[in-house]
Each structure stands twice: as structure tokens, then as C-alpha cells.
């Protein structure tokens, strides 16, 4: 049998690419040699975005993209088994297994697989009780009133919890006291610890936030805190709204926001209610002028300046206009001032104080609306708009004109958070804004693009976690269920005609094969954390657990008795697409014999010999 | 001063097929082609070499698309393949196998084109007559009281193309809907002419496939989400639509290249948005409560309907627009100056929808026979693979309400065909000998044409396995590769390539290649036998037919060419 390129290819780059895998990453320096720039890489679809690759190259490119699209996590453990089956599968073929007895048994192994790790998902039930107190709260925790300042100071999640939250098992006692059931704080610190005994095992699920939090945060405890407290300050506004009803706690993405602040170190990362951005120093007075006191504020969708038109409206160009009568038209300064005026006129008349621009604000504009006392905010994110827009009641206008009392929203609050080496940190926000922002500081400029990648796949796990409330148990033991059931699959097959006949005589190369994939996940997980140094040892000891699981007769049971322990959750729908589409990926190029370069017309040939063949 | 170039001479080939490159690019393309065909069919990855896309199918219309050929006889052949594809959808791969089969096999021969021509076109009214008789034994008649069968008709295309990279639960799943959406798609009052609705494809990448669904009416996506908190809460049976295809964004419409006076002191913009606001109040004032356009709505225009608590939704694309006039009854409004009342349609109701990360307004009309396929896929390959498939699963639906029968697939019907004319050329040469052709050159075109028949069907093994015939049906039989030397084939073999009949029944088998005595397929296909199997491969009958007919009328073409005259200016 030929070498089958194609999946020698996939092999090498997903192997290049899978360092990523696990809560250890080591980051990756990809340098551009003709421009001599270089940037500092994360994570796997990073990477990948920056190479120049072959088509093969590009589908394993497309596949981790569209899982990063759909789940934001478990790129890593794609990158792993794609590497690691496609290996197994030029193996198959040189053991000459043909093509579609591996694609159907390979197929029919994964399978197998996905229905027997549905024995092990864990509910996660975070119930309102949980999450919200009964109100009124006592003083000290109300989060009802906008306050400016520190956006901390009276929430419970005092200054002081900034470290990262500790993973802390559900209480007995967490029924028992209805009253401070909210007890936020409690969740995110955990400081008193788990009560010895009362823990309840993980096999009945997740109960609490901040178990979940901790379990979910696989080595990255900062930002996954940070996730943990935009879903709660997101959750206290939402019990605010009329009418909101007390259902489970979902975590929605698009009302959380990050702003970057280089400097200080990464510990100082916060979240605060809002929108929460970077001026320059230069707007300092005016920013202390409006501080503390209700604003009135405008939203506009479109650029803030005199040539600003609405995409599809194209005017037409002015040789093609002849004015009759009058004199010489304006020039553009002039027009330019006379735009400005009326713009501050419309502003002055409305006595609005806060301007929110989604794109480019003129900077003539700009110097004299301070003058005025108005501050202009500009590239304020879309969706900052429109959870101002939903709280205030004020609607997002394109063009200064169209703006009415209407469109004016009242008891908008700006805060100054902060100092930073480029300005000063502002917030603006209003009671009850379904809107949080997520200041992320760095004291590295090169490791932003990380830091925030970091914090949104916290975000994403989160969120997923809560959407389908359910997890699995973490640390390997979805994978270690999955080679037991292979082994079991391998040794006995499951009824006669469910395999077609000469299928059963490749079954133990392929699904062998199959194992391998998650053996090599197993040990690649397992040999980067501390107690096992190298991978040898780290196989080794996955072959171990391998056989006490067989041998116990029921391994999904024993599995789970043994997994209880660590307190790690991992994510299911990702987990599974990531299995899927990694398979998917190394079918697709299995079956691929050609490689038709279009245009030029030329065939290639990937298989065997590089035949070139004109058409 | 001008500068004449002399003429270059016309390039003239004589006899092409007998050219040996000419031979050789046929093959490669006949090998591109034929590794493609069936479930177990080889990808072709097609790129252009510069980056960007890559697009991993093996489905003829994707291939033809993408693949640039040069040579005329290789441009005949894929241009008669793309207009059967772009007629039938599918079979394409088949018509051009059979097509390159039957030039090669006919090479081989060496009899003048003039007599092979002949006698192909007698074989294929004997082919074509035999598949539309009543006694045909591998048609069965369309039973639609039953989904089972258009299920499995559904079932094969879907199976039959790899690259979709679907699990059985998967397939099972798309099969139905694609059925169901095809079901929405029929109306429910027929009178003398039945015409069919239309099946929206939505697309969804990125999702699970098991997430994809069919919902009756339009689906829009909507990318502000805050439309969604405006919708009305439903105070009348149905709500008054009026449907824009003119850009209502406040551009002057008509000035071309042309250049405008104007006078001093009007501005153009303002004039435009005077006119955009006169509409707005006409709208308002007939009471419409949804206005769709298919390009740009001015903000100000926007803002004042909203204000009028009208629900306005732009930029639906040209798409949208013919199945939006169509279920909503409106007259797609075209200027700006007055808006006729008879122009107005109406919707019945109007809710929002979130599938996967996408926000979608649901348009739930009177007319009920067009309807939206949410499809997903998880990467935009096989999603793309995946929507030709869908569609091509749907045409032949279309196709097979028209012409109520299903040929049997996994070639079997292949096989069957070639038992068949052996048989006929055999046992009665005269039904087809009418012009005076000796019994030997009717032996070698018949030896030509029906292998062309049996080693397509042997195409849709691509690993070295078995490929064997029974003696009792003419059915196609594969074993998989490296079988015990002592076959017992019996066991060895499980069903036939259609899934009719099981080798526990008593039956002969011999290699398909090498069976050349003839014998007497079991013609006229017992109903029972239909309605005890279940999961049949089947193939589209209209398609395959034709297909057939494509494919021997094109090679007769190709084979009747004796000079190719090129001009080369």
C-alpha cells in the first residue's frame, strides 16, 4: 500500500498544532521572515490563522475553525485525535484494511463510544435559589443602586476576593439558611472550605456556582473567576427586570464586553457592571464634571461625522451636479462647521451629557462638545448600544438629525474606575443594564491577544456548561470509558448482522487504532501535570487504570467511583463535536485519492507517485 | 499606424480517436470520474492552488463546476454531462462512466463506427423499451400511500456521497426531512395542473447535524436581535405586508451617468427623504403593519414606521424575494412615487426563532406550500457537500412524483440489463438484426455495450473486492477483498447491491467480468418480494433513464467524429 500523503500531512501539523492540549500551555512564536514580525500564539485556531497551508492543511484549519466558531473550546483535543487517528489510519492501510471496512468500522468504534459516555453525564442544577436571594437583601448586599466608584466595594464580592476562586463542594447547609441563600461571596470564595463529610459525591451533579466555576477552570482559575462574575453581576440585573422569570441561569455572551489595560499584572483583572472603556487623560475635568450625578445620554449607530452616510446610500458624486443660481457653493471647512453647529445645537437642545458613537467621532466635534460639557464616547461595541438603548429606553439613531426626546435615556451614570498608563478607565452604565464588561489587564502588550482569548474560552465553558446543564467528570474519564468500550467492541462483536461479513476481520487493527487516539490524549493530558513527568510513565499508568476498569466488569460505574475525587468537570457537546469532527476531518482526507488544482487545470495525484496530468 | 498579423492556419486532427494522447487524457479522466462513483466512492480535493477555499467532493455537478478541460472530445463529453446534471441533478456520474466505458469498449472492437453506431442505437431502444415495460424486472412502482420507499429513494442519494460525512442516525434523520419538506412543498388543493412550492435551503453552519429541521413558511435571518422585542402582539387575524424590491435608502434612482441640475439652495438628500417620508406616511395610513425591502431602508424611514409601530425588515437579497412575493400574495413594489393598494399582501402571523447562534423572523403564511430547510453541517466542506445533496435529493423527488417508478439501485439494475440484451442478442439476434448486420458484429457491440453496463456497476467497488452476478436475477453481489480461498460464497456474501434479495436463498453466482454465456434473468419483479424487503437502494428512474440515453447517444457522437478542425486565432 502506498503512503497516503494526505494524511501524513494531517499527522504532522496536528501534532505541531496539539501542544495546546490540556491547562498547561506552552506558547508559540510564529515569525513572519519576510516582514521579520512575530507574534506570540495560545491556542491551536491561533495558530493556525497565521500559517500558510496546504489544502489539506486548510480542512484541518476549517475544522478547527468551525469548532472554535460553534463551542470556542476543545480545539486542542480535536488537533490531538485527528493527529493521532490519522496515524492509526495510514497504519490500517498499511496493514491493508481497505478503505470503507476502516471508514464503517472507524465510524461504527465512535459510535459506540458516544452512546456508552452518555452514561456518565452529570446534571448541573443551579436553581434561582442558588443565584438569587429573596429580597430585600440586607443593605450591605444590595446591588440595586448604580454606584459609581468602585464598582466591588458593597457587592459582596468585596475588593479583598480578587484571587481566584477555590473549588468548593456544595454544603449541607446551603437549603438550611434560605435568608443569605444568595451568599455570593461564600461561592466565589470558599473560603471556609468543604465541610469534611457533608460533601456530597460529584455523581449526583453540580449544585453550586462555585463549584462549577472551580471545576470548569481547567488552570486558568483568574479567568474562569472572571466568568463566574460577569454570569452573577449579569444575573443580579436580570432579577431586577420586571417580569423576569426565575428560570435556570443561562450566561449570554453578547452582554459581556472586555476592554484591555496594559500594565498592571493579569491578578487585577475585573468585572464591573456596564460599559467600561479607556479615555485619554486630556478628558479628565470633564469626565470628573459628569461623575456621580444622572446623565442624559444619545446612542448613534453610524460614524459621528459631516460625510457619515448609511451603507446603501451612495450620493452622488458632485461633477455630476450642476447648482443653477447662487453663488459658489461652501467649501468643505466651512460645510464642515456649519455641520457641527447644527449637531451641537441638537445636542444642546436635548441637554444630552453622554454621546455613545458606534464608529468614528470628527475631532472637531469632539473638542467642541467638551466645551459644552458633553463627552463623546467613540467605537462604543454594538452591543454595549443596545443593552443602553434596552435599560434606558433610548433608541439608536444613525444620524444626528433624526435624533428626538425619544431618543434621549435618562439616569445614565459615569464612573471612573481607574488610571492607566493610556488614560483613565471609565464606565458607563444605568440601573439595571443587562450589561457587564470584563477589563482585562496584562502586564505584557504581546500576550493581550492570549489574556483575552483565555478569558472568553472561560466564558464560552461557562456558558456552555449552564446551556446544557450538564457536564461530564472531568480528568480523562470520559476518554478512559471509551477505550474500555473499544476493547470490549474489539473482542466481541455486537450481533453478527450488524457487521457486513469481512468486516469482523479488521475490527481489532481499526478499532485499535481508534483507542490509540485517546490513549495519546490520555497521556498527553495526563504527562503535563506534575506527578507524571513523562509520557512513558503517563501511559503506563493510563494502561493501569485501563485494566482495573475492564476487569471491575461495570467500568462506567467504576469510573465514575474513581473520578469523584478531583473536582473537574469537562464540557459534553464540545468534548463530543471536537470527537466527531476530528474523525470527520481524518475520513475526509482518508478518502481523498486526488487533488484537483483548478483554474490551471491541472490533476495531482496525492496518492502514490506526484503524476501531474494536463486535461 | 496599424500593424495587420497574418492568419495562423487552422490546426485539423483527423480520426482523434485514434490518438494515443487523445486516449490517454480520456483515461484520466474516466479514472477522475470513476473513482468517484457510489457510497465508497474516492473525495477529489478541488482548489485553485492559491489558498483560500478548498472544496472536498465527489459529486459530478461539483466536479464539472470546478474542473477546466481543454481538449474538445473531453469538452463534449463534460458538457453533455452538465446538461444532464443541470436537467436531472443526478446520475451524472453514472451517464459519464457509461459514456467512457462504451467509447473504450468500442475501441477495442475495431469495427467502423458507422456499424457500432447503428447497432448502439438498436441496443438502446432495447434497453430503453425493456426498462419502460410493464414485464421489467428491476423497476418497481412508486408506492406513495407509503413513505418507506421514497425513504430509501432519499436514503440512497444521501448514502451515495461520501463527502456529506453523515452517521446512519444522521441520514435517517435528513432523509426524513428532506421528505417532509418535500411533502410541504405539494398543495393541498390540486386541480387539472399540480404546481409544486419551493424548500428554502437555510443555511447553518457549524451546527450538529442532527440539529437541522423543516418549518413550514419563511424563515429571515435577522442580524438585530432588538427586532425581535418589537413584535407585535397579534391583534388582528393576519397582518398587511407590502414588499420593496426598489432601495428605499434615499439614493437617486435613474441618473445613470448622466449628469442632474439642480437648483441652488435644494439639497438632493433631503428631497430624497422628503419622497422615502411621503411613502412612510402612505404606509401608515393604509395601515400596513410589515414592510420588507429587498435592499437598504433609510434610518429615518426606519425610525418613523418604528414609531408607527411598523415592523420594518431590509436587506432580504434577491433570494428571498420571489418566494416572499409569492406566499405573502404581494406585488414586489418597484418606485417610490405611489404605492397601489392591490400591491399589499398579507401574513398570517409573525414570531421570532434562534437556531444555533442565528436569530431568524418566522413568516407563517396563507400560502402553505413553500417551506424552510434549516440545514446544518458542521463545517462549511461537508455543509456545502451536503446542500447539493439535499437538493439533488429533492429534484428527484420532484422527478419521480412525475414518473411514479424507481429503478433498483447498487447495480443491480445494471447488471440486470446487460443479463438481459445478452440474452435477447443471443437467443433472438433477429428483434434486433433488421439491416442486414452479421451475427459477429452483433456479438461484438452487444460484448462492448453491456460490459460498458457491468463494469460501471463494478466501478462502485473501489477496493479490490469480489465482484459477482447471480444466475437467477442478474443481481450485482460484492464480497470484500482478501475472501478465504474456499469460498463458500453463500456466506461470504450477505445481500445483493440493491437489497432485494439475500444469498441465503438458492442461488448461482459467477465473476461478473467473466460471465459470458447467457442466461434468462427472472424478469417481472414480484410485488410481494418489493414489500417484504426494506431499506432497497433505489435510483431515480427519470434520471437514470435519461442518463442512459445521454450516455450512449454521446458516445455514438464522440465515436462518429473523424476530424477536429481548431482555429487557432
Not at chain 1, 273 to 295: E, H, N, W
Not at chain 1, 335 to 347: F, K, N, Q, Y
Not at chain 2, 106 to 125: A, F, M, Y
Not at chain 2, 156 to 174: F, N, R
Request: aromatic fraction near 4%; charge should be neutral; glycine fraction near 8%.
Amino acid at each position: 500500500m502506498a503512503r497516503h500523503l494526505g494524511l501524513e500531512q494531517l499527522a504532522t501539523l496536528a501534532e505541531a498544532a496539539g501542544a495546546f492540549l490540556g491547562p498547561v500551555k506552552s506558547a508559540k512564536f510564529v515569525v513572519d521572515e519576510e516582514r521579520g514580525d512575530s507574534v506570540l500564539v495560545g491556542s491551536a485556531p491561533r495558530l493556525l490563522e497565521r500559517l500558510e497551508l496546504g489544502a489539506t492543511g486548510r480542512l484541518l484549519a476549517e475544522a478547527v475553525r468551525a469548532q472554535h466558531a460553534a463551542h470556542g473550546v476543545a480545539t486542542g483535543t480535536l488537533l490531538c485525535l485527528a493527529g493521532a487517528w490519522s496515524r492509526a489510519a495510514q497504519e490500517c492501510l498499511q496493514l491493508g484494511v481497505p478503505v470503507s471496512a476502516l471508514v464503517a468500522l472507524m465510524n461504527e468504534g465512535l459510535g459506540a463510544c458516544l452512546d456508552a459516555v452518555d452514561a456518565l453525564r452529570l446534571p448541573v442544577r443551579l436553581s434561582c435559589r442558588h443565584m438569587r436571594g429573596p429580597r430585600p437583601l440586607p443593605a450591605a448586599h444590595a446591588p440595586v443602586a448604580w454606584v459609581p466608584g468602585l464598582p466591588w466595594s458593597d457587592r459582596g464580592l468585596d475588593s479583598g476576593s480578587r484571587e481566584p476562586p477555590v473549588p468548593c463542594a456544595p454544603r449541607t447547609d446551603v437549603g438550611a439558611r434560605e435568608g443569605t441563600a444568595l451568599a455570593h461571596s461564600r461561592h466565589f470564595r470558599g473560603s471556609q472550605g468543604p465541610h469534611p463529610g457533608s460533601a456530597a459525591p460529584s455523581t449526583q451533579g453540580c449544585h453550586d456556582l462555585g463549584q462549577l466555576v472551580g471545576a470548569l477552570s481547567r488552570g486558568d482559575p483568574g479567568s474562569m473567576w472572571l466568568a463566574g462574575t460577569a454570569l452573577w453581576l449579569l444575573d443580579q440585573s436580570e432579577s431586577l427586570q420586571p417580569g423576569s422569570c426565575p428560570g435556570p441561569p443561562t450566561l449570554d455572551l453578547t452582554r459581556v464586553l472586555t476592554c484591555y489595560l496594559p500594565g498592571p499584572p493579569e491578578a487585577a483583572s475585573y468585572v464591573c457592571p456596564g460599559y467600561a472603556t479607556v479615555l485619554p487623560a486630556a478628558q479628565a475635568p470633564l469626565v470628573s464634571a459628569l461623575q456621580g450625578r444622572p446623565l442624559r445620554a444619545v446612542l448613534l449607530e453610524g460614524d459621528l461625522t459631516e460625510s457619515y452616510r448609511h451603507p446603501g446610500l451612495h450620493p452622488p458624486a458632485s461633477r455630476m451636479c450642476t447648482v443653477l443660481g447662487g453663488g459658489p457653493g461652501p467649501e468643505e471647512e466651512e460645510e464642515e462647521a456649519a455641520w457641527a453647529e447644527r449637531v451641537l445645537g441638537v445636542l444642546g437642545g436635548l441637554q444630552v451629557h453622554l454621546v455613545l458613537v458606534q464608529g468614528r467621532v470628527c475631532p472637531g466635534l469632539r473638542e467642541v462638545c467638551a466645551a459644552a460639557g458633553q463627552l463623546v464616547l467613540d467605537s462604543v461595541p454594538r452591543d454595549a448600544l443596545w443593552a443602553l438603548a434596552e435599560a434606558t429606553g433610548a433608541q439608536p439613531v444613525a444620524y444626528a438629525w433624526q435624533l428626538s426626546e425619544l431618543c434621549v435615556g435618562a439616569g445614565v451614570c459615569l464612573a471612573v474606575l481607574g488610571e492607566g498608563v493610556r488614560g483613565l478607565i471609565v464606565s458607563v452604565g444605568v440601573n439595571g443594564v443587562r450589561l457587564v464588561t470584563a477589563v482585562l489587564t496584562c502586564p505584557a502588550e504581546a500576550l493581550m491577544q492570549a489574556r483575552e482569548d483565555r478569558f472568553w474560552a472561560s466564558a464560552r465553558r461557562l456558558q456552555q456548561a449552564l446551556g446544557e446543564r450538564s457536564v461530564f467528570p472531568g480528568g480523562g474519564a470520559v476518554e478512559l470509558l471509551c477505550l474500555s468500550q473499544l476493547q470490549a467492541l474489539a473482542e466481541m462483536p455486537p450481533d453478527p448482522p450488524a457487521r457486513r461479513p469481512g468486516l469482523q476481520l479488521h475490527a481489532p487493527a481499526v478499532l485499535g487504532g481508534l483507542a490509540r487516539g485517546w490513549h495519546s490524549f490520555l497521556a498527553a493530558a495526563l504527562s503535563r501535570r506534575s506527578p507524571f513527568p513523562s509520557e512513558l510513565e503517563a501511559a503506563t499508568r493510563v494502561q493501569r487504570l485501563l485494566q482495573a476498569a475492564v476487569s471491575s466488569g461495570a467500568p462506567d460505574a467504576y469510573i465514575l467511583r474513581e473520578c469523584r475525587t478531583p473536582h473537574v468537570y469537562d464540557l459534553v457537546t464540545p468534548k463530543l463535536e471536537a470527537w466527531r469532527r476530528a474523525l470527520d476531518l481524518v475520513l475526509l482526507v482518508l478518502q481523498t485519492d486526488a487533488e484537483v488544482v483548478v483554474g490551471t487545470a491541472h490533476v495531482r495525484a496525492t496518492q502514490g507517485a506526484q503524476a501531474q496530468v494536463l486535461l | 499606424m496599424s500593424r495587420l498579423e497574418a492568419k495562423k492556419p487552422s490546426l485539423c486532427e483527423s480520426e482523434p480517436l485514434t490518438s494515443e494522447r487523445v486516449r490517454a487524457t480520456l483515461s484520466v479522466l474516466k479514472g477522475i470520474i470513476t473513482s468517484c462513483y457510489g457510497p465508497s466512492g474516492r473525495l477529489k480535493q478541488l482548489h485553485n492552488g492559491l489558498g483560500g477555499y478548498v472544496c472536498t467532493t465527489s459529486q459530478s455537478s461539483a466536479l464539472l463546476a470546478h474542473l477546466s478541460v481543454t481538449h474538445p472530445i473531453l469538452k463534449i463529453l463534460t458538457t453533455a454531462m452538465q446538461n444532464h446534471v443541470s436537467c436531472f441533478s443526478d446520475c451524472g456520474l453514472f451517464t459519464a462512466i457509461l459514456c467512457c466505458n462504451l467509447i473504450e469498449n468500442v475501441l477495442r472492437i475495431g469495427l467502423p463506427p458507422t456499424t457500432v453506431i447503428k447497432l448502439n442505437k438498436h441496443l438502446l431502444s432495447l434497453s430503453t423499451n425493456y426498462l419502460k415495460s410493464e414485464f421489467c424486472g428491476c423497476r418497481i412502482p412508486v408506492n406513495f400511500s407509503n413513505t418507506e420507499m421514497l425513504l430509501c429513494l432519499v436514503r440512497s442519494i444521501l448514502t451515495s456521497k461520501p463527502a456529506c460525512m453523515l452517521t446512519h442516525k444522521e441520514v435517517d434523520h435528513v432523509s426524513a426531512l428532506i421528505l417532509k419538506s418535500f411533502l410541504l412543498t405539494i398543495p393541498e388543493n390540486v386541480q387539472d395542473r399540480v404546481i409544486l412550492g419551493k424548500s428554502i435551503i437555510v443555511p447553518l453552519k457549524g451546527q450538529r447535524v442532527i440539529d437541522s429541521t423543516v418549518l413550514p413558511g419563511i424563515l429571515i435571518e435577522i442580524s438585530d436581535v432588538q427586532l425581535m422585542k418589537m413584535l407585535p402582539t397579534k391583534n388582528s387575524d393576519s397582518l398587511k405586508v407590502a414588499l420593496f424590491c426598489a432601495s428605499l435608502s434615499g439614493d437617486l434612482t435613474g441618473t445613470g451617468e448622466g449628469s442632474m441640475v439642480v437648483t441652488y439652495g435644494v439639497s438632493l438628500e433631503n428631497a430624497a427623504l422628503d419622497q422615502l417620508l411621503n411613502l412612510g406616511n402612505q404606509l401608515v395610513n393604509d395601515h400596513v403593519d410589515l414592510v420588507m425591502c429587498q435592499k437598504v431602508v433609510h434610518p429615518s424611514l426606519k425610525q418613523f414606521l418604528s414609531t408607527h409601530h411598523v415592523i420594518v425588515i431590509d436587506r432580504l437579497g434577491a433570494a428571498l424575494m420571489e418566494p416572499l412575493s409569492k406566499v405573502t400574495g404581494t406585488q414586489p413594489i418597484g418606485s417610490l412615487d405611489s404605492v397601489s393598494p392591490s400591491s399589499y399582501g398579507s401574513v398570517k402571523d409573525l414570531s421570532s426563532a434562534r437556531f444555533g447562534s442565528k436569530h431568524f423572523l418566522h413568516l407563517i403564511t396563507y400560502e402553505s406550500t413553500i417551506c424552510s430547510f434549516l440545514l446544518c453541517n458542521r463545517n462549511e466542506t461537508t455543509w456545502d457537500e451536503l446542500k447539493l445533496t439535499c437538493q439533488t435529493a429533492l429534484h428527484v423527488l420532484q422527478l419521480t412524483i412525475k414518473e411514479p417508478w424507481v429503478l433498483l439501485g447498487g447495480g443491480c439494475t445494471e447488471t440486470h440489463l446487460a443479463a438481459y440484451i445478452r440474452h435477447k442478442a443471443c437467443r433472438e439476434p433477429e428483434s434486433i438484426l433488421k439491416d442486414g448486420y452479421s451475427q459477429t458484429e452483433l456479438q461484438l457491440v452487444v460484448g462492448a455495450y453491456c460490459s460498458a453496463l457491468e463494469s460501471l456497476a463494478g466501478s462502485l467497488e473501489h477496493d479490490g473486492g469480489d465482484i459477482l452476478t447471480d444466475m437467477k436475477y442478474g443481481h450485482f453481489w460484492l464480497a470484500q477483498t482478501n475472501s478465504p480461498p474456499s469460498i463458500n460464497w453463500q456466506d461470504l456474501l450477505s445481500r445483493c447491491g440493491c437489497g432485494l434479495y439475500s444469498s441465503q436463498e438458492e442461488l448461482k453466482w459467477s465473476f461478473l467480468k467473466s460471465t459470458q454465456h447467457s442466461f434468462v434473468p427472472q424478469t417481472c419483479l414480484p410485488q410481494e418480494t418489493v414489500i417484504s424487503a426494506n431499506k432497497l437502494i433505489l435510483d431515480c428512474y427519470t434520471a437514470k433513464l435519461s442518463g442512459l440515453q445521454m450516455a450512449v447517444e454521446t458516445a455514438n457522437m464522440i465515436l462518429d467524429l473523424s476530424y477536429i478542425i481548431e482555429d487557432q486565432n
